[in-house]
T-cell receptor
Framework: KQEVTQIPAALSVPEGENLVLNCSFT??????LQWFRQDPGKGLTSLLL?????REQTSGRLNASLDKSSGRSTLYIAASQPGDSATYLC?????????????FGQGTRLTINP | ETGVTQSPTHLIKTRGQQVTLRCSSQ?????VSWYQQALGQGPQFIFQ???????GRGNFPPRFSGLQFPNYSSELNVNALELDDSALYLC?????????????FGPGTRLTVL
């Protein structure tokens, strides 16, 4: 059974710092791993999707890495800004009964202090 | 290209009532998945619809049911509402091509059960 864990549950840092969010998964046989951003009470915005054959993906100030053998992914945010404050979720897809479902971690609530 | 839309945005119901939530999939997508997200938790998979048939379900009771229409839009119906059904309900659409497929999320419907 695939389980996804995100540590820490909450993180507060001053503006301008570089930071790393962690995601771990128990079954290394994954198709891909996706990082999402969620603002309070809102839907999910996809940030980065890393295919199982890739080791990292970059978008602007965001860089996500994937190490399947250790069951870990990290999301690196450079030069953090108050607008980066949100909850960050990672998810991996599994196939059940012919359907693809995403298994999510519980998220890391990030606060960037001006 | 039109993204995933959901209606209504917010809904308040009382225990025992029934509710219908609606989702319009992104243009070109043929698969819709529904997720329930309780406060402070990651989204949990409810079920997925492909070609108007349910093709996978998570650990949710039968009072959670759905429909998919020929235009690939979808409804989530919940009967005999319970207090614990209070959550953000997220719809995601994707283009089924076998294997894993990237899912795109709507803004969600916030359901409060009193």
């Amino acid at each position: 059974k695939q389980e996804v864990t995100q540590i820490p549950a909450a993180l507060s840092v001053p503006e301008g710092e570089n930071l790393v969010l962690n995601c771990s998964f128990t079954d290394s046989a994954i198709y891909n791993l996706q990082w999402f951003r969620q603002d309070p009470g809102k839907g999910l915005t996809s940030l980065l999707l890393i295919q199982s054959s890739q080791r990292e993906q970059t978008s602007g100030r965001l860089n996500a890495s994937l190490d399947k053998s250790s069951g870990r992914s990290t999301l690196y945010i450079a030069a953090s800004q108050p607008g980066d404050s949100a909850t960050y979720l990672c998810a991996v897809p599994i196939i059940i009964q012919g359907a693809q479902k995403l298994v999510f971690g519980q998220g890391t609530r990030l606060t960037i202090n001006p | 290209e039109t993204g995933v839309t959901q209606s209504p945005t917010h809904l308040i119901k009382t225990r025992g009532q029934q509710v219908t939530l609606r989702c319009s999939s992104q243009s070109g997508h043929n698969t819709v998945s529904w997720y329930q997200q309780a406060l402070g938790q990651g989204p949990q998979f409810i079920f997925q619809y492909y070609r108007e048939e349910e093709n996978g379900r998570g650990n949710f009771p039968p009072r959670f049911s759905g429909l998919q229409f020929p235009n690939y839009s979808s409804e989530l119906n919940v009967n005999a509402l319970e207090l614990d059904d209070s959550a953000l309900y997220l719809c995601a659409s994707s283009l089924w091509r076998g294997g894993e497929n990237e899912q795109f999320f709507g803004p969600g419907t916030r359901l409060t059960v009193l």
